[in-house]
């Protein structure tokens, strides 16, 4: 049992006449590895948003390491929590060598515009990357980088605050089978690591998912389908639920695979 990193209790978002996010009730623990599953448009992106305390929920509480969204300064939790997205990778100068972008990030900044760094940032920067496999890509820059490489980066420069809480919405999207296979093994390994923060991983595709994650919520137009400890959640009824259709499941050597459900089929 360890503490809450995120605590939602109703948590809805409202546009106009649309609602993205419908009484999301959901607790993530200290030590947790989280995948949130669900078809385009399900909500996962607004979720992620809620929970790196970049928008505010139009009712309901969100509790965000141990801070209630709305009562705190965001600015300070902010840099509290790490996030890989799309949006983020798409403010990362191409021309920024990759070891400035990981290395930058413990000012919260995107671009190198302060030239000095402690050498204790850079052998931060250093350890990380020889995690994630990518060292030798430390003196090229972020254009050059191939998309997987670039995802890797982007995990890098998120992990560099040493965050509580770490948010991957949808990391394997534009991947090549290597590339996706390659990053799978990468994330599985942090999952495991038990000094890793606890982690949210977007997706919305089961075979993305990395061996050592222990939970998942299963999101469906914005309401939740399932939630809870992954090998009980994940089922074929849920996941059919999930993705309105009827889909079929499997889980062989700690990885999920699934497909629509043949007539043939029980
Ligand atoms: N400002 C907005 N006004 C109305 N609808 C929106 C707005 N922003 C997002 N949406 C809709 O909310 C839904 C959920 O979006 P999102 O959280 O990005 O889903 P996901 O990441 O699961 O694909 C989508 O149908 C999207 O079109
Ligand atoms: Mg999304």
């Known amino acids: 049992m360890g503490t809450a990193v995120l605590e939602f209790a109703d948590v809805t978002v409202r546009r106009g006449e649309a609602v ?3 009484k999301i009730t959901w607790q993530v623990d200290d030590g947790d590895r989280w995948v949130v599953l669900g078809p385009n448009g399900a909500g996962k992106t607004t979720m992620m948003q809620i929970a790196s305390a970049q928008m505010h929920p139009t009712s309901g509480v969100a509790g965000i390491l141990g801070e209630v969204l709305g009562a705190v300064d965001v600015f300070e939790l902010r840099p509290r929590i ?11 100068p191409r021309s920024e060598l990759v070891r400035d972008v990981v290395v930058s990030a413990s000012y919260g900044v995107l ?24 060292h030798h890509l430390a003196e090229r820059t972020f254009g050059t980088l191939s998309e997987g490489e670039r995802k890797r980066v982007q995990i890098a420069r998120a992990l560099m605050v040493d965050p509580e809480l770490l948010l991957l919405d949808e990391p394997a999207a534009g991947l090549d089978l290597g590339g996706r296979e390659d ?6 390994t942090l999952a495991y690591m038990p000094q890793s923060p606890a982690t949210v991983l977007i997706s919305h595709h089961v075979e993305e ?7 998942v919520l299963m999101l469906r137009q914005g309401g939740v389908v399932a939630a809870g400890p992954i090998e009980e959640t994940l ?3 849920n ?3 999930t993705f309105g259709m009827p ?11 699934a497909r629509r459900r043949t007539r043939s089929a029980t």
Do not use: C
Not at 209 to 215: A, C, E, K, L, V
Not at 247 to 257: E, P, Y
């Open 209 to 215: 998912i990395p061996p050592g994650f222990t939970h």
């Open 239 to 241: 996941l059919t639920a």
């Open 183 to 188: 990053l799978v093994s990468t994330l599985s």
């Open 20 to 22: 993205l996010l419908d």
């Open 82 to 92: 790490g996030i890989t997205s799309a949006a983020v990778a798409e403010r990362i």
């Open 247 to 257: 889909l079929q499941l499997n889980h062989d050597d700690g990885r999920w695979a």
């Open 111 to 134: 671009g190198r515009w302060r030239e000095e760094y402690d050498d204790l940032d850079y052998e931060r920067a250093t350890s990380l990357l020889i995690e994630l496999g990518i």
């Open 235 to 237: 089922t074929a009824t």
